[in-house]
């Protein structure tokens, strides 16, 4: 149940740490911020609104997110409020792990709408997820690759492919919208290289053989 509005968690200045010793979870741009408070302004009772960040599950190596408006007033006992600027930003408590140190912002690319969020989080895309993988250490990573990891990569226009395998270490290579994205390299490192180190115990070392400046329709701006 909602708390009432004098109950509602203090929102407090970004300059000044919350009470109890929260840290800013989430950062807002000052552009992204502009472009919110405009977007907030069409709701009924801006004022009282809060921007409630969430992350609503996972998407092959990354995770979904829910972006609302929110009466700062409605938000429950464990809610993260903190100001950006004249921006009240809610995150959920179960959210806050997974976008601590997280940067929300407008594209970089002239004319492109809507907002990025630059998270330097990744799920584990293999949690609760009991593989059966057997035959060669290629052919394990070959089967991992096409039963996890490419068909969330696929949402992206992207696939992830093996191009070999060298003792403990394994070649991959990343293609379609997965090539030359700005955070592609991230992606394999942090998700997709720890999935294979992780269902293959065998593989120590990971190493990305994208030429990642050669990508002409990158999924990220």
């Not at 140190?101 to 609760?128: E, K």
């Not at 990305?208 to 050669?214: F, L, S, Y």
């Amino acid at each position: 149940m909602a708390t009432t509005e004098s109950e509602a968690p203090q929102t407090t200045s970004v300059d000044d740490p919350p009470a109890g010793g929260e840290e800013v979870v989430l950062t807002v741009t000052e552009t992204a911020i502009a472009k919110i408070l405009e977007l907030r302004e069409s709701e009924d009772d801006p004022a009282d609104l809060a921007l409630r960040i969430a992350v609503t599950g996972i998407r092959g190596p990354e995770y979904t997110y829910d972006l609302t408006f929110e009466p700062v007033a409605e938000a429950t006992e464990t809610d993260i409020v903190y100001l950006q600027g004249e921006l009240s930003v809610m995150v959920p408590a179960d959210s806050m792990d997974s976008l601590q140190g997280a940067t929300l912002d407008l594209p970089g690319t002239d004319g492109q709408g809507g907002l990025v969020l630059r998270n330097p989080n990744r799920p584990d895309p293999l949690a609760g997820i009991d593989l059966d993988l057997t035959g060669t250490t290629a052919e394990k990573v070959q089967q991992l690759l096409e039963q996890q990891i490419n068909p969330g990569l696929a949402a992206h226009g992207g696939f992830a492919e093996l191009k070999g395998v060298d003792g403990d270490k394994v070649y991959v290579l990343m293609g379609g919208g997965c090539q030359g994205c700005a955070v592609s390299a991230m992606t394999l490192r942090e998700g997709i290289a720890a999935s294979i180190t992780s269902a293959i115990p065998e593989i120590t070392d990971v190493i990305d053989v994208t030429d990642h400046d050669a990508g002409e329709n990158p999924y990220y701006s």
